[in-house]
């Protein structure tokens, strides 16, 4: 496990997710409607959504404390926060995230505007969906408040950290973002500012996604699907290589095409991208990573499980995201020595741990357990598991 695996120093003081919180409002019906058609509905579910909030609470079930058989980590696990913007009738979501274990004193409530907001058609006879999004609440985040809220979020994790026996003006402090929230370029150059390492989901990628930021794209770690990493690098603003063919997305579940894309991430980036993964559904992901010797890249592919028993995929990319981080900010409070062999005088502490090969297999070996995991139940949130279940189930558990 990734708990195992560890370095020296100041840990991960924390963990903001800056992300999406939508009200999903589920019909069941028994086909999708048509345009000028009435139909009713044959059941109706109002549940939490939003690819931030779903991250949210997955980093946090990483980050929940070991049982007491487990060997703890030298340092305290981090905290995890989220930050977004809600209506006055999403004030519940807060309950939600909160009890899942989930700071969420940087979520603002903005009465003026609606939550953002899915109206959600599932056909019983096809299981197939038809989704009408509000993004509402998600987009009317302030570029002003930005921030604000990044410095709050540095200022709470440096005072829960404070009881820790070292200092934490080095502590890596991770910033997760998707793409259902207005304002990216701000929050990134925001996250500069505050020394962030930024995890980015580009979810949803539409074509135009990276000519809306910043062209160097300072990002530290991307988790993509396929689908996603073509249309990244289809993008004009991607280095390109030319003597690489096109991207294209591979079918489910082809490691080689991914491996390839998620190198090439690494090149189109070159400045700040340390780590490209590439998710695969059933079959695990697949993950690209900078070496600092000569610049070289290394893959990994982590398998999924072949007993996974899915019901429903809501979420486990999101599940993902968020267990990969939380298991990354488990090594970095490991404590103790690190093997790996690299002279490092640069104090970037996340680079060096992904230049750990067992640090970086372990953290990935546990998203992709934990994604199968998600999809076993039905729901987002609800499926989403903790620390010792997916300990329990790598160790052979059920």
Known sequence: MASSTSIGGNGCAGVLVFGSLNVDEVFDVDSIVREG???????????PGGKGANQSVAAAGALVSSPPHAPPPHLPLPRVF???????????????????????????????????????????????????????????????????????????TAASSAAATTTTTTATRFLVLQNEIANLPAILAAAATEHLSVVFNPAPCPPDLLATLPADLPVDIIVA????????????????????????????????????????????????????????????????RRRRRRRRRRSHH?????????????????????????ALARALCGGGGWGGGDNDNDGDRLARLLRDRDALVDALRVAVAASGMACERHGAIPAIPVWADVERRMRGGQ
Do not use: C
């Not at 058609?37 to 549940?47: D, F, K, L, M």
């Not at 689908?227 to 294209?248: G, K, R, T």
């Open 225 to 288: 699907n396929q689908i996603e990493a073509a249309a990244l690098l289809h993008s004009p603003a991607a280095v390109s290589d030319p003597a690489q063919p096109p991207p294209h997305a591979a079918p489910d579940g082809d490691s080689e095409e991914a491996a390839a894309m998620a190198a090439r991430l690494l090149r189109a980036w070159p400045r700040r991208l340390k780590l490209a993964v590439v998710t695969l559904g059933a079959a695990g992901a697949v993950a690209a």
């Open 82 to 156: 989220h930050a977004g913007r809600v209506g006055a009738d999403g004030v519940w979501l807060k309950d939600v995230l909160q009890s899942r274990g989930v700071d969420v004193d940087l979520v603002a409530v903005d009465p003026s505007v609606p939550t953002g907001r899915a109206i959600i058609q599932v056909s019983r006879s096809t299981r197939d969906n038809a989704i009408v999004l509000l993004p509402g609440a998600n987009h009317a985040i302030p570029a002003t408040s930005v921030a604000d809220t990044l410095t709050r979020f540095v200022a709470a």
């Open 37 to 47: 058609e009435t139909i009713p509905s044959r059941g109706y579910a109002r549940v």
């Open 302 to 326: 982590n398998r999924g499980g072949s007993d996974l028993r899915a019901v429903d995929t809501t979420g486990a990319g999101d599940t993902f995201v968020g267990f990969l981080v939380g």
